[in-house]
C-alpha cells in the first residue's frame, strides 16, 4: 500500500534529512496549515454569508460578521505571532508591519502574506489564495524591522501558497524543489499529493487581462497576437485562460504548463502585483519546478525592493514560453526563433 505522508511527517522526515534543522519549519508550517484550514472552512461557508449576514452586519448569533479578507488577515497573523518564530510580518491588509506582541517570545524570522488573494473573486464563489514568503531577519531590532520584511526574492527561505479551489492545496518551496499537499477534509489534514512538482517547459496556456489590451505596451501586444497565431502547439496557438485569481491561474499553468502575464500598462504604469507577497514568492515557487520568472528586464527573485508594497510588472511560467516572451520584448529577431524550432 502506497503510504500517506501527511504536511507534519514531510516536515519531520525533511528535519531528519538535515542535521542542523532545528525543527523551525515543522512549527511553521504546522502553524501555517492550521490557519490555512480555519480559513478553508470560512471560505467554503462565505455562500452562507448571505443568509446569517455579511461583513459589516452582525450575524444570528449577535457576533459581528467580518469580510473573508479581514478574517483571513487576523487568522494568520494571530497564528503565526505567538510561536517565538517570527519577529515581524507584513500583510496585504496592513500598511506597516506588524511587529510579533511583547507577550510572545521573538524568532529570527519574518513573514510577507497576501492572506486571500483575488479580492474580485471572494464574494462570487470562485476560486481565491493566501501567498506567503519567509525571510531570515536581518535587522537588530528585536521585533523586527521593515528591512526585514523588505529583502530580494533570492533571499527567501520559502514560499507557498493555498489554494481554496475544488479542493484546498498548500503548495511550498523551501529551495529543495516543490511540494502539494491536499487538504483531506474527512480527517482535517493536508496530505502529500504533489511531489517534486516540474513545469513542463512549455505550454499551451496563457493568462492576462485581455480588457487591457489598448492599454498594453507593443510589445505585449504583439507577443500575444504571435502566441494566437503560433502553430506550434499543434497548429492551434495558445489557448486563454484567465480566473483574475493570481493563485488559481499560477496553479493551473504550474501543473500544466503556460505564462501567466500582468503587464505595466498606461493605467497601472508600474504595473499592479506586489513584489513581497505575490511576484516573490511564486518566482520562488516557479523557479524551483524548473520554470523562470521577470518584470520584463530581470529575474525576478534578483530584484531588490524599496518598499513594502512595491508593485510590479510580472511574467511568469514555462521557461520556453517566457523566452520567448523576453525575445518580444527586447526587439529580438522572432522569424529566426522560429525557424531554428
Ligand atoms: P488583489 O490583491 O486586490 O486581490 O489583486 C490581485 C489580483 C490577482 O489575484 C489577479 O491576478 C489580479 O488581481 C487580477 O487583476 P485584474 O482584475 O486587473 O485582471
Ligand atoms: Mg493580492
Known sequence: MKSIISLERHFLDQQRRYPEARGDFTKLFSELSFAAKIVSREVNRAGLADIIGRA??????????????????????????????????????????????????????????????GSSNIDVNVSIGTIFSILRKVSYAPRGDEIDCIQPGYKQVAAGYVLYGSSTMLVYTSGQGVFGFTLEPSIGEFLLSHSQI???????????????????????RNYIQHIKLSKNKGGRG???????????????????????????????????????????????????????????????????????????????????????LMDFMNNKDIKSREQQQ
Not at 516540474?198 to 505585449?220: A, D, L, V
Request: one cysteine or more; hydrophobic letters at 35%.
Open 198 to 220: 516540474r513545469i513542463p517547459k512549455t505550454g499551451k496556456y496563457y493568462s492576462i487581462n485581455e480588457g487591457y489590451q489598448n492599454k498594453w505596451p507593443e510589445s505585449i
Open 56 to 117: 459589516g452586519r452582525t450575524n444570528i448569533q449577535g457576533e459581528d460578521v467580518q469580510k473573508l479578507d479581514i478574517l483571513a488577515n487576523n487568522i494568520f497573523t494571530q497564528s503565526l505571532t505567538h510561536l517565538g518564530l517570527l519577529c515581524a510580518l507584513s500583510s496585504e491588509e496592513d500598511p506597516n508591519i506588524i511587529r510579533v506582541p511583547d507577550e510572545y517570545p521573538t524568532g529570527n524570522y519574518v513573514l510577507n502574506m497576501d492572506p486571500l488573494d
Open 238 to 324: 495558445m489557448s486563454h485562460r484567465y480566473i483574475g485569481s493570481l493563485v488559481a491561474d499560477f496553479h493551473r499553468n504550474l501543473l500544466k504548463g503556460g505564462i501567466f502575464l500582468y503587464p505595466a500598462d498606461s493605467k497601472a504604469p508600474e504595473g499592479k502585483l506586489r513584489y513581497l507577497y505575490e511576484a516573490a514568492p511564486l518566482a520562488f515557487i516557479v523557479e524551483q519546478a524548473g520554470g523562470k520568472a521577470t518584470d520584463g528586464k530581470t529575474d525576478i527573485m534578483k530584484i531588490s525592493p524599496k518598499r513594502l508594497h512595491q508593485r510590479i510588472p510580472l511574467f511568469l511560467g514555462s521557461a520556453e514560453e517566457v523566452d520567448i
